[in-house]
């Protein structure tokens, strides 16, 4: 976690580790990102929905299911907005 605001919000982080890109999907909406070796996003959530997250992993990728409908923004490394889900 990269850490909390202000606001109750948490970051959660998804990196690429591997020598093969990383597709990262966001669920229920289908909203994806492919990460290059070393790259990461982060997903801003409200503190208190946390725990409804579910993470799933596999080969060259991850999905992400959250809670829906909410408010839900990703970022990248340098914390600008890449999309609100």
Do not use: H
């Amino acid at each position: 976690m990269r850490g909390e605001d202000d606001m109750g919000t948490v970051d959660l982080k998804y990196s690429s580790v591997g020598d093969e890109p990383v597709q990262v999907c966001f669920e229920p909406v289908g909203t994806t990102f492919v990460l290059q070796k070393g790259e990461s996003i982060y997903l801003r959530l409200p503190i208190e929905t946390v725990a409804e997250v579910e993470t799933v992993v596999w080969p060259n990728g991850i999905g992400v299911w959250v809670p829906y409908p909410g408010d839900y923004v990703v970022l990248d490394e340098a914390g600008s907005e890449l999309d609100r889900l």
